[in-house]
C-alpha cells in the first residue's frame, strides 16, 4: 500500500565533456563492460546481452555502499547516431534516466553530451537527491572526462585521485 504522503523529488542535471578522440572512438567506450577498462572505481554485473557488451535491451547491475543494487536496462543503442540511453532502478529509492550523445568537434575531438533525470520513489530517493549537488554531479562527470581522454591518450586507467 502506498503512502500518500509522499512526495516524490526529481533532479536533472547535464554536462557536455570534450574527449580528444573521433566519436567512433569514443561511441564504443559507452558500454557498461567496456568502462572498466577506463573508469576506476567501474563495476557491473552483466545480466543479459546477446552479444556480451552494449545493446539495447541488455540488463546490468551495479552496486552501492548501504543500498541493494541498482539495476540498468539500455533502452536505446544507436551507434549511427552514437546515442545510448539507460533506465536505472534502485529499489526503495530512486530511478534514472540518462541519456549519452557523441558527436564530432573538428576533426580529432568528440562531444559527450550526458544527462542524468532521477527521480525519488522513496524517502530514501528524495534523500539521495537532495544530497545530489551540483558540485559532487560535476566531479563525478569531470573524473569521467579526465578518465576516458587518459585512456584515448594512453589505453590505461587513469587511478582517481591522480590529474589527468
Request: aromatic share 12%; glycine share 6%.
Amino acid at each position: 500500500m502506498s503512502d500518500s504522503r509522499f512526495q516524490a523529488k526529481r533532479a536533472v542535471r547535464a554536462y557536455r565533456q570534450t574527449i580528444n578522440a573521433k566519436p567512433d572512438a569514443v561511441f564504443p567506450l559507452l558500454c557498461p563492460v567496456r568502462e572498466d577498462e577506463w573508469l576506476d572505481g567501474w563495476k557491473c554485473t552483466m545480466l543479459y546481452s546477446a552479444s556480451g557488451l552494449v545493446e539495447e535491451g541488455a540488463v546490468f547491475s551495479t552496486s552501492s555502499a548501504g543500498e541493494e543494487d541498482t539495476v540498468w536496462v539500455v533502452t536505446r543503442h544507436d551507434p549511427a547516431a552514437r546515442r545510448v540511453e539507460f533506465a536505472r532502478f534502485t529499489p526503495q529509492s530512486r530511478t534514472c534516466v540518462l541519456k549519452i550523445a557523441v558527436s564530432q568537434l573538428g576533426d580529432d575531438r568528440s562531444y559527450v553530451d550526458i544527462s542524468y533525470t532521477y527521480t525519488s520513489i522513496a524517502e530514501a530517493g528524495n534523500r539521495f537527491i537532495e544530497k545530489w549537488s551540483e558540485k559532487a554531479f560535476l566531479d563525478a562527470v569531470g573524473f569521467w572526462e579526465q578518465s576516458m581522454n587518459h585512456f584515448v591518450k594512453t589505453g590505461g586507467k587513469l587511478s582517481r585521485g591522480a590529474t589527468a
